[in-house]
C-alpha cells in the first residue's frame, strides 16, 4: 500500500467518532422534533419539549452515550441538551409555583413563553454548532 492509500484507510476512532457525530445530529433531531410539535400541535413548546417522547428519549440517549464523548469536542453538545432538558424542567416548576397564586399566574404564563423561546434558541445554536463542527462552550467554574 503506498502512502496515498494509506490516508483514505478509515480508523477505529474517527468511525466512532462519526457515529457519535450523527448520534448528536439524532438527538438534536428529536429535541427538534418535540419543540416543533409543541409549536404546531396543541402542546406548548417547553411542555412538548420535556414532556414528549422524542424529547426523553434524547435525554436517556445522551445519559447512556455520555461516556463514550467524554474526552472529545462531543462533550459539550451533551452537557448542552442535558443541561437544555433539566432547566427546561427547573422552568415549568417555577412557573407551576408562580400559578399557585392568582397574581403569579400572568408572571408563570411570560416564565413559560421564555423558557419556550430559550429551548428554541439552545436547539438551534446547538445543532449549528454541531454542523459547523464546534464544540459548545463550557459552563464557568463554580465560584
Same mark, same amino acid.
Given at each position: !500500500? *503506498?502512502?496515498?492509500?494509506? =490516508?483514505?484507510? +478509515?480508523?477505529?476512532?474517527?468511525?466512532?467518532?462519526? *457515529?457519535?457525530?450523527?448520534? @448528536?445530529?439524532?438527538?438534536? &433531531?428529536?429535541?427538534? $422534533?418535540?419543540?416543533? @410539535? &409543541?409549536?404546531?400541535?396543541?402542546?406548548?413548546?417547553?411542555?412538548? %419539549?420535556?414532556?414528549?417522547? +422524542?424529547?426523553?428519549?434524547?435525554?436517556?440517549? *445522551?445519559?447512556?452515550? #455520555?461516556?463514550?464523548? =467524554?474526552? @472529545?469536542?462531543?462533550?459539550?453538545? $451533551? #452537557?448542552?441538551?442535558?443541561? @437544555? $432538558?433539566? %432547566?427546561?424542567?427547573?422552568?415549568?416548576?417555577? /412557573?407551576?409555583?408562580?400559578?399557585?397564586?392568582?397574581?403569579?399566574?400572568?408572571?408563570?404564563?411570560?416564565?413559560?413563553?421564555?423558557?419556550?423561546?430559550?429551548?428554541?434558541? =439552545?436547539?438551534? =445554536? &446547538?445543532?449549528? *454548532?454541531? /454542523?459547523?463542527?464546534?464544540? !459548545? +462552550?463550557?459552563?464557568?467554574? +463554580?465560584?
Amino acid at each position: !500500500m *503506498n502512502h496515498d492509500e494509506s =490516508r483514505h484507510v +478509515p480508523s477505529p476512532a474517527r468511525d466512532s467518532l462519526g *457515529n457519535l457525530v450523527l448520534l @448528536t445530529h439524532v438527538i438534536y &433531531g428529536l429535541h427538534a $422534533f418535540a419543540v416543533v @410539535t &409543541g409549536v404546531v400541535g396543541s402542546a406548548t413548546v417547553i411542555g412538548s %419539549f420535556i414532556a414528549s417522547l +422524542p424529547s426523553i428519549v434524547a435525554v436517556i440517549l *445522551n445519559y447512556l452515550k #455520555r461516556s463514550a464523548v =467524554r474526552g @472529545t469536542w462531543l462533550e459539550g453538545h $451533551f #452537557r448542552w441538551q442535558i443541561r @437544555t $432538558f433539566w %432547566f427546561a424542567v427547573l422552568w415549568v416548576a417555577v /412557573a407551576l409555583l408562580m400559578m399557585v397564586t392568582i397574581i403569579g399566574i400572568p408572571l408563570a404564563l411570560a416564565v413559560l413563553a421564555g423558557a419556550g423561546l430559550w429551548i428554541v434558541y =439552545r436547539v438551534v =445554536r &446547538g445543532w449549528w *454548532n454541531l /454542523a459547523q463542527r464546534h464544540p !459548545m +462552550p463550557s459552563p464557568p467554574p +463554580p465560584l
